[in-house]
């Protein structure tokens, strides 16, 4: 089944069922003190969930464009390394305001999966809420009882506070969820290790495909839950991962949504996919997050040097320097993607296809504006390797190149071992812990998503770095 198939299948499944189709709302929240990006399905809902605002209809149907690459939902440093995590990706979803509750998300999502989309029920295992002490919350006694109609007990599984209930962010509505999972391994894996022993264990073939959350309370700002008037539905399906399963592959890279990204920047950068460690990872981020930044700018948020802008600046920035190293790209391509992009998702994201040229030349600007960074940054290297005395280049030299250059540390490795020296990593990391300290006697918060970048903090980019080291971006609160 074709990708585009199976969302509108999903749509139309609820649509019988009397749920109002609804378009994606836009990614970048313009208005939202605590959250950057739209990072699940029921943030453009979040007002109809607490009470303040009315739906037109209590039942709706969508598919949600989400990006998780800061705050409490961040996936940046799996993606491209694994192969079902991806900074934009498409949550399909069901939603009941104050409508139906439990049992029929359940009923419903379990039709679905097994009698429309035909999924073996053998590969299929599910989750409830084990309980909370800190919270006061019981195990969900009436979710296990209701999947036990559709699931055998022994695959229905109790999940903690992490995996089991759902919550946006420190704020804001939540409640206990249940999630299905998929067990996509050969016979004889599975006859190795059983399914439910991988659940929630970061395997590749072992995936959570989509989430129930039973919405009924909100988390107040002193952390404690209060129970919300209404009960609601909340569910969220990864449609990359949904793709994976229906279309018998094993990595949602090898869907059709990624294929034809794939096959252009195959030909692009005359790279194959599915040789070579290092250039999949490549040709896994850059697929990835152009749909990040292309959708971004889309929805009116260009790369910049502050805020959200920010965030994106890097991710185009974490493309480009793949395809440097990786895929021996010099000169900016990734732009020359959006137009496949726009072909694929055009119809159902009628934004990308009219955004087109805006989109395009934006990520070329931005590709020539850092290639010219990497290309400084190359002579300055020289410069140093020249004037290095022995075998290795002092992790204080690599250090100034990554942080007044914005050099990438591992650009620099590979460069110096190319030419036969070492890199100082010891001295590199101590001069980083150095200067993490610095930033952080400086910050009054070293805080996530919530937070907004405070306009005269120091947040030029200085080295594209940070998210190859694991350094989250500081930002700061607004005062
Ligand atoms: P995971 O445990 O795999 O990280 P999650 O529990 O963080 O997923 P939820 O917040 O429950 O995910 O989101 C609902 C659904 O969205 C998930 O069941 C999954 O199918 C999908 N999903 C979540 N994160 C991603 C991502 N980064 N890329 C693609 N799909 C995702
Ligand atoms: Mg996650
Ligand atoms: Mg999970
Ligand atoms: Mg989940």
Not at 163 to 171: A, V, Y
Not at 261 to 279: A, H, S
Request: net charge negative; charged share 30%; aromatic share 10%.
């Amino acid at each position: 089944m074709k990708s585009q198939d199976i969302r509108s299948k999903f749509l139309s499944f609820f649509e019988d069922k009397k749920h109002s189709i609804v378009p994606s709302a836009p990614m970048v929240l313009k208005n939202d003190p605590t959250l950057m990006f739209v990072n699940a399905g029921m943030v453009p809902f979040k007002e109809y969930f607490l009470g303040n605002a009315t739906p037109k209809s209590p039942r709706v149907t969508d598919t949600q464009k989400c990006l998780r690459v800061s705050g409490k939902h961040n996936d940046l440093d799996e993606v491209g390394y694994d192969t079902y995590h991806h900074t934009l990706f498409e949550m399909l979803g069901n939603w009941s305001f104050g409508d139906y509750f439990k049992k029929e998300a359940i009923a419903w999502s379990w039709e679905l999966l097994t009698e429309v989309f035909g999924i073996d029920k053998d590969i299929l295992y599910v989750t409830v809420f084990e309980g909370s002490e800190e919270d006061g919350l019981d195990m969900d006694i009436e979710a296990y009882d209701l999947w036990k109609q559709h699931i055998p007990e022994d695959r229905i599984l109790k999940g903690n506070k992490k995996d089991n209930f759902w919550e946006m962010g420190d704020q804001g509505p939540c409640g206990p969820c249940s999630e299905i999972h998929v067990d996509i391994r050969s016979a004889e894996e599975k006859a190795k290790v059983p399914g439910k022993d991988l659940v929630n264990q970061d395997h590749p073939q072992v995936v959570e495909i989509w989430n129930l959350v039973f919405i009924q309370f909100n988390r107040k700002a002193n952390g404690s839950l209060e129970t919300l008037p209404n009960k609601h539905i909340d569910t969220g399906m990864g449609f990359e991962r949904l793709c994976m399963v229906l279309q018998g592959v094993q990595s949602n890279y090898d869907t059709d949504v990624f294929t034809p990204l794939i096959r252009e920047i195959e030909t692009i950068t005359n790279k194959k996919y599915g040789q070579d460690k290092m250039t999949d990872v490549a040709i896994r981020v850059i697929s990835d997050h152009v749909r990040a930044v292309a959708f971004s700018i889309a929805d009116g948020q260009l790369p910049s040097s502050t805020g959200a802008g920010y965030v994106i600046r890097r991710i185009l920035r974490r493309a480009v320097r793949y395809g440097f190293t990786f895929l021996d790209k010099k000169e900016p391509f990734i732009y020359r993607l959006v137009d496949v992009l726009s072909e694929k998702m055009g119809h159902a994201f009628p934004e990308i296809k009219t955004q087109k040229t805006l989109v395009e030349n934006v990520i070329k600007e931005e590709e020539q504006s850092f290639l010219r960074t990497l290309d400084q940054g190359l002579v300055l290297l020289n410069r140093i390797v020249e004037e290095t005395k022995g075998d290795t280049v002092s992790g204080e030299k690599a250090f100034e190149l990554y942080d007044t250059y914005g050099f990438p540390i591992d650009l620099t490795g590979l460069i110096l071992s190319e030419k036969g020296l070492k890199l100082d990593e010891k001295g590199f990391n101590e001069e980083l812990q150095k200067q993490k300290e610095r930033s952080r006697a400086a910050s009054e918060v070293n805080a996530d998503d919530w937070v907004i970048v405070k306009e005269d903090a120091e947040t030029e980019f200085v080295g594209y770095d940070t998210l190859e080291t694991n350094v989250k971006i500081t930002r700061y609160r607004k005062v």
